[in-house]
Antibody, heavy 119, light 107 residues
Framework: QVQLVESGGGVVQPGRSLRLSCAAS????????MHWVRQAPGKGLEWLAV????????YYAASVKGRFTISRDNSKNTLFLQMDSLRAEDTAVYYC????????????WGQGTLVTVSS | DIQMTQSPSTLSASVGDRVTISCRASQSISTWLAWYQQKPGKPPKLLIY???TLENGVPSRFSGSGSETEFTLTINSLQPDDFATYYC??????????FGQGTKVEI
């Protein structure tokens, strides 16, 4: 069955960097666009970024563009999110999710990894 | 960027009720709209895409309608398992996948 497992979360100081990973299994990873979505404590869902199945295209939400970078390694079935210049408002649970198909919604999600930005 | 606005933010209902949640897009998105259900501590679950197409395994009491800028999620005969927060999401329009702010359906 499809599994997405995020890792790399934790407590980080403002201004520092963190890299999240998402290990995928149970489907052909290289055939699907992949996304990152976050949810601040007690708040709604915020879409962050998408990467095409062949990594040829990336798009970002305005709130993270220039600070966050999405990437993937299809040989290792792994998705990444590099987060730089972190701020307190980046504190959230970060989910990776799989597209149904190109430019479609997200049909499988990981359980999320918590990132806390605090001094 | 396209903005998505849901109403109401919170909805109180009882088992057996018919519930309607609205979602409005700031510009036309054709039928590129999805609905998700989220329960506390869990990731979202895709319910509907293309505004009205039910995802596999989703009960038929859920339905979606609308186009352009106005959309509706309807739950017929609300069940105990349906108490959750619901989000709309636009996609395949401006290379963003924007969510609405959510509607909590509570007892």
């Amino acid at each position: 069955q499809v599994q997405l497992v995020e890792s790399g979360g934790g407590v980080v100081q403002p201004g520092r960097s963190l890299r999240l990973s998402c290990a995928a299994s149970g489907f052909t990873f290289s055939s699907h666009g992949m996304h990152w979505v976050r949810q601040a404590p007690g708040k709604g869902l915020e879409w962050l970024a998408v990467i095409a199945r062949d990594a040829s295209l990336e798009y970002y939400a305005a709130s993270v563009k220039g600070r966050f970078t999405i990437s993937r390694d299809n040989s290792k079935n792994t998705l990444f999110l590099q987060m730089d210049s972190l701020r307190a408002e980046d504190t959230a649970v970060y989910y990776c999710a799989k597209e149904v198909r190109d430019y479609y919604p997200l049909d499988y999600w990981g359980q999320g990894t918590l990132v806390t930005v605090s001094s | 960027d396209i903005q998505m606005t849901q109403s109401p933010s919170t909805l109180s209902a009882s088992v057996g009720d018919r519930v309607t949640i609205s979602c409005r897009a700031s510009q036309s998105i054709s039928t590129w709209l999805a609905w998700y259900q989220q329960k506390p501590g869990k990731p979202p679950k895709l319910l509907i895409y293309r505004a009205s197409t039910l995802e596999n395994g989703v009960p038929s009491r859920f339905s979606g309608s609308g186009s352009e800028t106005e959309f509706t999620l309807t739950i017929n005969s609300l069940q105990p398992d349906d108490f959750a927060t619901y989000y709309c999401q636009q996609y395949n329009t401006d290379f963003t996948w924007t969510f609405g702010q959510g509607t909590k359906v509570e007892i």
